[in-house]
């Protein structure tokens, strides 16, 4: 009777026992969520913990005595060997997988191409220079959120800011978040309302509203949360870094890059497919990397592009040389920034030779779509260098750089620099050449700045006068006035010219005033802008008689010859 008792109490034990264990590996599960795959260290945390687990329920008895307690110990045992076994092929993985052992295969996971600047760069125009770093845009964002006093008290502003190409603008796009768990479960229902755009160029701020609400985000809690969401879609991926994007349409969604390991279990990573998640409706879509839409902009992280091109640089001659002899050696130098080029965003660094010195040798732009790379041999300034040398030209003001922006102007490569007050507000504009960072252009606007630069880097007038020199003659078309900086300007267009208005300050040219549409005159000038934009007409003051020689510019009327 005793023993059916025994027997009975023992077999109720097990099972409660196999009860605890599967809740407890569900619970784990749910909070950690991590992938269903060999490539993910997660999954490997995932066994070596259930199987301790296992072996500290088994572990209770002392002492062996019975045969079933001769059973338990040889599981313990088998247990034990099992999670020996299991750390040994999560350590025998990484070694195995690492750069020690595989360094011609992560020098070929990123290859560059040599790349012409002044091809692959076009000069762009004023409204399309991103103004603003994240920490300047969080600034807007955050202003604009406060003054919507229906939804402040209920939400706050995201800091993802992904920065996207836009209907062809630089755009950062970031989603609200519930203000608190109280908020959440008072507004879970209709979801978040609304999302953020910053144009980082003309620094004008919006809130999208939406006719439905984000139901799936960071902010959600259980199986709305994002990650969760997606891995019961999706049990065996493993993601990268979200990032928040809106379609040409301006639908929000998340942008899901799946890691791809090319080395070994956990070695070589790349992005192997993108799934798109609808953040209204939770719709996704899985693409392969190379069939990702065109409108997304972030499928390869900033970060994973600078790794991968650290990878190439300092493996180029092998491990050993990279760690001993160091013989051609390459590196990104600290911090990154973002350049919009054909409705993609590239990302931008220097590069450095690994001995740290405060040049670069060149640098790089990476495709955060498609992962292409092209490599600049343009010798100059570090990025860092560049920055102190702005700062040191408004150091009575106390600004502070920004991480230098690349652009072509006039072609040549050139820093452009944000100098920002105590407050994080953007004050001035600095530009420097990259091979002559000693000399440093400083303006209030982005035009001004241009304007001082291209000064500088071509010297007077009858320096620039010649092949880059531009002659336009016509009558007078429209006329138009304006006043800038408490100076009268006038506006010309030409006949058979109208993809360019002249800008003319009557402070450089007086004699302008005698003029009216009808008139004929001939204008001068050294074409630093591209068509479809206003050219600066400017130099020293003149007189209504004769031509007024200015910044590589002439203005001659010729009503009276006429």
Known sequence: MNRKKSSGSGKKGKILMLLVIVLAACAYYYVAIPAINIHASGFWGFLIAFVVFCLLLYAGKKGVHSPGEIRQFKLLKLGVGLAGLLVLIYVGGSILSSPIVNAKKYRDLMVPETGDFTEDIQQISYDQIPLLDKESAALLGNRKMGSMVDMVSQFEVSNLYSQINYQGRPVRVTPLVYASPIKWLT????????????????????????????????????????????????????????????????????????KKFNIGLFGGQTI????????????????????????????????????????????????????????????????????????????????????????????????????????????????????????????????????PLLLNIADEPTYFIALKDNAGLVKKYAMLNIQKYQNVAIGDTVKQCEKTYLKMIRGSSAAVAGENTKKVSGVIKRMAQGVIDGNTHYYIVLEGHDDQIFDVPITDFLGIVKYDVGDRITISYNEAEPANTVVSVEGAAGSAEGSVETEGVTVTPEADAA
């Open 187 to 258: 507004n879970m229902r209709q979801g978040i309302p609304a999302y953020i755009t910053i144009d980082m160029a003309t620094q004008n701020t919006e809130l999208v509203k939406m006719k439905d609400g984000i139901r799936y985000s960071e902010a959600e809690y259980f199986n709305r949360n994002i990650y969760r969401h997606l891995r019961f879609k999706y049990p065996t991926y493993i993601f990268d870094q979200l990032s928040f994007e809106i379609d040409e349409e301006g639908t929000p969604y998340w942008v899901c890059p799946v």
């Open 272 to 403: 192997g497919r993108v799934v798109l998640c609808n953040a209204v409706t939770g719709d996704c879509k899985d693409y392969k990397i190379e069939d990702c839409p065109t409108w997304v902009d972030r499928a390869y992280p900033a970060e994973l592009l600078v790794e991968l091109y650290n990878y190439h640089g300092t493996l180029i001659n092998g491990f050993i040389n990279s760690v001993m002899g160091q013989k051609g050696c390459l590196k990104t130098t600290e911090g990154y920034n973002y350049l919009a080029i054909d409705d993609d965003v590239w990302v931008y660094t220097g590069v450095t030779s690994v001995s740290g010195d405060r040049s670069n040798v060149g640098f790089v732009l990476m495709n955060q779509r498609t992962k292409e790379t092209k490599y600049y041999e343009i010798p100059g300034a570090e990025e860092y260098s560049a920055m102190e040398s702005a700062e040191g030209q408004v150091q009575n003001l106390g600004y502070k750089a920004t991480f």
